[in-house]
């Protein structure tokens, strides 16, 4: 993962937020590629759920083009929103669950004993001020290793999170259940106008989900959409996570790609197995081919509030470095009932059911999720990418699906002489329209292409004697470092068929 975050760092793709003032835990910049990159996976999303939704199942549309309408809604909502939706009035301070027993304890309240010296023995967490037990455990430990009793306590907060594998639960017998910590009211607080009181404390949404559901009377009155349809949003989120890590990962601040599909709630389960092939289907078709890509179910015990009387929860996950053998969530695809309907029903006094005139038939709807994040997309993307190759100048390059691809296409001439850079610069200009290009005359050819393999540009087009005389040019591609000769008038077809797929 260092490699990974060293090229981003030296190529652009992201940068820590105020490097220059030594950073801020959580927070990143994308850089002028990693913004191309980002943008382009934003791009290949909304086109895949607005512009160009797919087809729907024979059975359930008669296999026609589903409707998605987009909306982009405001950061800071009504703060009641936020108590119906549940994210205020949970706990307030960290939490560490045990998967074992599903005790919670305050992370702030649980210490660990552990024998000075020895790695290898379990760290036992007690609750602070009662280390009875846990210290004679570890004496019964010490004894059966022949180990001197020499105990040190300290509070779990200094211990690293990696390390909880080695910590035996308060109420538990085995080793690594206790969770990271969790804050469970992680939304960033704020002040609304120019008195600061509690009447006009507000939030930064913590999900882009909620802004869809506020609009979803709007939608249903001004559109002409008829349920089944959707509604979808990209943009920012905040979460004030207690523990960000793995670089862009887990984040404080973070962009989601959300489209909640409303259908018929006896439609549910079988629009949420749609939706888990599309899904899938559509990281798959974006270069996350192979078996780092999978499908999986929440158990029963892991669902969210509002998705314990349905379908479930899938996510897709993605084998992430830092996850490796493991896997990291990269999308969620829920069913989350009728909850956050009913919910904004009953804490507005609006009534938001949907009426079927066709079935003359008032509900209020079922609502499948597929939630994405952009930013863990691209991190995702890059990951991928990341091609180790002790064959080229470079070391690596950067293997990006042609759609995504900051930039498409580099455009050299051989030599700043006999008019190459004439024809380069003509050639720029009449496609720079069409594609992301760069053109790069410094150098020679090879620190040129390194240039380009890092950036995961998919081609690079070279002016060269052969232009001159044939008027033809040499395009190298980034995978297999193979040349071919391009009619001159040709290039701009060539891109256009390889980029757009
Ligand atoms: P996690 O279990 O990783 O905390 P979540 O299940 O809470 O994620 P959702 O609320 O379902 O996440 O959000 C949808 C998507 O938003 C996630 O699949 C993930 O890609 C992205 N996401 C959530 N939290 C973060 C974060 N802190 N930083 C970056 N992306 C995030």
């Known amino acids: 993962m260092d490699d990974i975050v060293a090229l981003c760092k030296r190529r652009g ?30 791009d290949a999303w909304w086109n895949a759920m607005v512009k160009s939704p797919p087809l729907g199942p024979s059975e359930l549309n008669g296999g026609e083009p589903l409707s998605i309408v987009g909306v982009d809604t405001s950061i800071i909502q009504n703060p009641k929103v936020w108590e119906a939706s549940g994210h205020v009035g949970g706990f307030n301070d960290p939490m560490v669950d045990c998967r074992e027993t599903k005790q919670r304890y305050r992370y702030d309240h649980l210490w660990v004993a552990v024998l000075e010296g020895a790695d290898d023995v379990p760290m036992f967490a007690f609750m602070q001020g009662e280390s009875d037990a846990a210290e004679k455990k570890l004496e019964k430990v010490a004894k059966k290793k022949n180990l001197p009793v020499s105990i040190k306590k300290f509070p779990l907060m200094d211990l690293k999170t990696h390390d909880f594998s080695r910590v035996i639960g308060p109420d538990t017998e085995k080793p690594g259940t206790l969770t990271e910590p969790r804050q469970f009211n992680l939304m960033f607080k704020t002040y609304v106008g120019a008195v600061q009181t509690e009447d006009s404390a507000a939030y930064l949404r913590p999900e882009t989900a909620q802004g869809i559901f506020l609009n979803f009377k709007n939608v249903v009155d001004t559109s002409r959409v008829k349920v089944p349809f959707g509604i979808a949003q990209i943009g920012k989120a905040f979460r004030n996570e207690v523990t960000p890590r793995n670089y862009i990962f887990r984040s404080r601040e973070f962009e989601q790609m959300e489209m909640e599909w409303f259908c018929h709630p006896s439609e549910a389960v079988a629009w949420h197995e749609f939706w888990c092939d599309e899904r899938t289907k559509f990281w798959k078709d974006l270069g996350l081919t192979g078996d780092n890509l999978q499908l999986r179910a929440h158990d029963r015990d892991e ?89 080229r100048p470079s070391g690596v390059f950067m293997k990006f699906h042609p759609r995504v691809a900051p930039i498409k296409a580099g455009i050299f001439p051989l030599v700043q002489k006999e008019s190459m850079p004439e024809v380069a610069e003509k050639l720029y200009r009449d496609l720079r329209k069409r594609h992301a290009l760069q053109y790069d005359a410094k ?24 232009t001159l005389s044939a008027q033809t040019v040499t395009i190298r591609d980034r995978d297999t470092q193979a040349q071919e000769k391009v009619a001159l008038d040709k290039v701009g077809a060539f891109l256009d068929d390889k980029i757009n797929v």
């Open 13 to 42: 793709f992201i940068f820590p937020a105020s490097e220059i003032y030594q950073g801020i835990n959580g927070f990143w910049d994308f850089g002028p590629l990693g913004v191309e990159l980002k943008n382009n996976l934003r």
């Open 303 to 391: 669902l969210a509030h509002y998705a314990k009387d349905g379908a479930g929860t899938f996510d897709i996950e993605y084998r992430f470095p830092f996850s490796a053998p493991g896997f990291g969530e990269l999308e969620g695809v829920a069913h989350r009932v009728d909850y956050d309907l009913r919910q904004h029903q009953e804490h507005s006094g609006v009534k938001l059911s949907y009426f079927d005139q066709e079935k003359n038939e008032r509900y209020l709807p079922h609502v499948i999720e597929p939630a994405a994040g952009l930013s863990r997309g691209v991190l995702a993307l890059i990951c991928e990418a990341y091609t180790p190759d002790a064959g």
């Open 443 to 466: 150098q020679a050819i090879g620190k040129r292409y390194a240039r380009m393999d890092e950036a995961g540009t998919p081609f690079c087009i070279t002016i060269d004697g052969d």
